[in-house]
């Protein structure tokens, strides 16, 4: 008999992760897997979806098969479940022949909990046929919105993942994912043949997370002020469209003294993963990525997501943005984006091999992204709203909450910017347009011949950022168009017609002044112990101590190869700053020290922990 035969879901909860609770669903999905169900779970990012599998894979005998799109970070999710005492392995396509063999020997031996595999690898012929000869438990199938093409990250690979049910109809089977919105939910339980499986969907929302949209004045002045004045010395990542700028922004920043790399796909892959390890080893570093960066990044701390680009969908917006915050302290999403951002994803949409009915969809999505990015409405109500769910009061945690809004009526000023549009001969872009409505007396104005119309310098009540702002909310509202096939010029939709009659109003949002001083940047660390600030007395956090076991954990890590977080995460040092445990009994109590990390690294810590309580004589208290 195994000894797992003993364990409960909760024992294991303890004695392998080191937690006391479970996370809303966590144990009515794993009591539901080990009883033979299917599972379909929609969990946010952070909520704790891989223990919903991880836990049956240690109490169920057999394998669990974790399969799993992201291939460069297998290493990465492998050790960080050893750390923990479970047997795992990983196999795709960088995996050696002698290696693969070897883990294949280990799993028909009944000697491994978890193997994550890659779906093309687990779709081939020969694996199929070598999971005929070894004892499933279950097959966990992470990402798994990669199965539908109305999700944000099609893999066709995924589709032949439904056949599972037929070739396996014994051995439950569990699809997990992030974000999905209904329609691809929908889809996901079809193509994977889920119908039958329990539905959990949790709460999508990330409450620890602030929300902020600035207009593009200066991105870089914009974005260092955001690191310095926000989040100085803490680890983030900035996304940018293109590789170029991921490269400049890095450079631009390290030149500010900010420990700044670049992520993208044109490095080579050694660079690439260097980079990688940088950022999940080093501390407070940041990331300037493309988004081939980040799917599957589990490092908890990341204290902040900076957007210089208006992303495609919300759904790759709220999935990027939910990297930050995992630990479930303060974090916030920040994005800035301009005009420009708009016409170049229409032209990316335009010029997509897709068909008609998909880059409708894709509209769609871009046109509720930039009502997001406009809407004079809590972020968060927004965010959530498209997603299916209702948020009832406004947040409070969100640039809107915070600085409010103010709007006006802006008929007027949306007839101007609309007249000029149609005027000039609906082919010019924002820029030029603001000019003509200022009256500016430049040669290309007058050689077309524009500083003859009605419409020449009759906006000067407007200064040309606000103009611009103007022209956004335009566009966000689609009475103005930015028609790719004219060289980017704005166009008039019929949906303005209202709007240009007079027959119906229009809202215009006054142009947010941004504070930057509007959070205050109480540079405490994280840990539940919330008693910090006194300076005697039990459960007083000790700042030093807390900077030593840091570098203790860095170096151990170092040595492993290892990202820091993976021995034990901030919260877990900040509680051993807090609460000071002087033997590994004590030790065993604290969030996040489960059974082989206190034998692996408890005496290390502890140690360390003696020698500040000798130092500081903080034994005599006791
Ligand atoms: P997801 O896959 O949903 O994004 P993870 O499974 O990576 O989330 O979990 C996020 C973090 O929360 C991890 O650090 C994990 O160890 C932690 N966690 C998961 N379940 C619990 C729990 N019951 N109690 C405390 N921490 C938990
Ligand atoms: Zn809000």
Same mark, same amino acid.
Request: proline fraction near 4%; charge should be negative.
């Given at each position: 008999m195994d000894i797992t035969d003993l364990l409960t879901p909760h024992d294991v909860l303890k004695k392998y992760f080191g937690y006391d609770n479970f996370r809303p669903y966590?144990?009515?999905?794993?009591?539901?897997? #080990?009883?033979?169900?299917?599972?379909?779970?929609?969990?946010?990012?952070?909520?704790?979806?891989?223990?919903?599998?991880?836990?049956?894979?240690?109490?169920?005998?057999? /394998?669990?098969? !974790?399969?799993?799109?992201?291939?460069?970070?297998?290493?990465?999710?492998?050790?960080? !479940?050893r750390q923990l005492g479970i047997k795992a392995a990983f196999l795709n396509s960088m995996s050696l022949p002698g290696d693969a063999l070897g883990i294949e020997r280990s799993a028909i031996s009944g000697d491994l909990d978890l193997l994550y595999v890659a779906p093309e690898r687990l779709m081939t012929d020969g694996f199929l046929a070598f999971l005929k000869t070894i004892k499933i438990s279950l097959f966990a199938i992470d990402e798994a919105h990669c199965v539908s093409q109305w999700g944000h990250d099609f893999r066709p690979e995924y589709l032949r993942l439904g056949i599972l049910s037929e070739m396996f109809p014994d051995i439950p089977r569990i699809a997990l994912t992030a974000t999905a919105d209904e329609f691809t939910r929908k889809d996901i339980i079809e193509k994977l043949q889920l119908e039958n499986a329990r539905y959990f969907l949790s709460g999508?929302?990330?409450?620890? #997370?602030?929300? =902020?949209?600035?207009?593009?004045?200066?991105?870089? +002045?914009?974005?260092? +002020?955001?690191?310095?004045? $926000?989040?100085?010395?803490?680890?983030?990542?900035?996304?940018?469209? /293109?590789?170029?700028?991921?490269?400049? #922004?890095?450079?631009?920043?390290?030149? *500010?003294?900010?420990?700044?790399?670049?992520?993208?796909?044109?490095?080579?892959?050694?660079?690439?993963?260097?980079?990688?390890?940088?950022?999940?080893?080093?501390?407070? &570093? !940041? &990331?300037?990525? =493309?988004?081939?960066?980040?799917?599957?990044?589990?490092k908890p701390d990341i204290r902040y997501i900076a957007h210089l680009?208006?992303?495609? /969908?919300?759904? *790759?917006?709220?999935?990027? =943005?939910?990297?930050?915050?995992?630990?479930?302290?303060?974090?916030?999403?920040?994005?800035?984006?301009?005009?420009?951002?708009?016409?170049?994803?229409?032209?990316?949409?335009?010029?997509?091999?897709?068909?008609?009915?998909f880059k409708r969809i894709q509209y769609r999505k871009m046109d509720a992204m930039l009502g997001y990015c406009e809407s004079g409405h809590c972020r968060r109500q927004v965010l959530l709203g498209y997603f299916g769910e209702k948020l009832e009061t406004p947040c409070g945690n969100c640039d809107i909450c915070i600085n409010g809004i103010e709007t006006i009526d802006g008929t007027l000023i949306a007839q101007k910017a609309l007249?000029?549009?149609? $005027? =000039?001969?609906?082919?010019?872009?924002?820029?030029?347009?603001?000019d003509v409505l200022l009256g500016k007396s430049i040669e290309r104005i007058r050689n077309f011949g524009h500083d003859q119309? +009605? !419409?020449?310098?009759?906006?000067?009540?407007?200064?040309?950022?606000?103009?611009? +702002?103007?022209?956004r909310q335009l566009v966000a509202a689609r009475f103005l168009k930015v028609d790719m096939a004219n060289k980017g010029g704005l166009r008039l939709t019929s949906q303005c017609r209202p709007v240009l009659t007079g027959k119906e109003k229009f809202l215009l949002r006054k142009e947010r002044v941004v504070n930057a001083k509007r959070r205050d940047s109480k540079k405490t660390p994280i840990g539940r112990s919330g008693v910090l600030g006194q300076s005697s007395g039990p459960g007083v956090y000790h700042a030093e101590l807390f900077e030593r076991l840091k570098t203790t954990r860095?170096?151990?890590?170092?040595?492993?190869?290892?990202?820091?977080?993976?021995i034990f995460h901030n919260s877990t040092l900040a509680e051993f700053a807090t609460f000071l445990p002087d033997s590994l009994k004590e030790m065993r109590n604290i969030i996040g020290v489960g059974q082989t990390k206190l034998e692996k690294y408890g005496e290390i810590f502890l140690e360390i922990i003696r020698e500040y309580k000798q130092e500081n004589n903080l034994y005599q208290d006791d």
């Open positions: 966590q144990e009515e999905i794993i009591n539901s897997i #080990i009883t033979g169900n299917d599972i379909f779970t929609v969990m946010h990012t952070g909520s704790g979806k891989s223990l919903c599998y991880q836990i049956p894979a240690i109490l169920l005998p057999g /394998t669990c098969l !974790v399969i799993s799109p992201l291939i460069a970070l297998m290493q990465d999710q492998v050790d960080s !479940v999508l929302d990330r409450p620890n #997370i602030s929300y =902020t949209v600035e207009a593009k004045n200066n991105e870089k +002045s914009q974005l260092l +002020s955001l690191i310095r004045d $926000r989040h100085p010395g803490e680890p983030g990542i900035v996304y940018c469209t /293109t590789r170029n700028k991921t490269d400049e #922004i890095a450079e631009f920043l390290r030149k *500010n003294e900010i420990p700044a790399y670049s992520y993208h796909a044109g490095l080579d892959r050694n660079t690439r993963l260097k980079h990688q390890n940088i950022f999940l080893q080093g501390d407070g &570093i !940041v &990331i300037v990525a =493309t988004i081939a960066f980040g799917m599957g990044i589990n680009n208006l992303p495609k /969908t919300l759904e *790759n917006y709220y999935q990027e =943005t939910g990297r930050a915050g995992r630990d479930g302290e303060p974090a916030e999403a920040f994005m800035i984006y301009g005009l420009q951002d708009v016409a170049v994803l229409q032209q990316m949409i335009d010029t997509s091999e897709g068909e008609e009915e007249s000029c549009a149609f $005027r =000039t001969g609906q082919m010019f872009g924002m820029n030029y347009l603001i119309l +009605s !419409v020449y310098g009759i906006g000067k009540e407007l200064s040309a950022l606000e103009w611009r +702002s103007v022209f860095y170096e151990l890590a170092r040595k492993q190869s290892l990202p820091a977080y993976v």
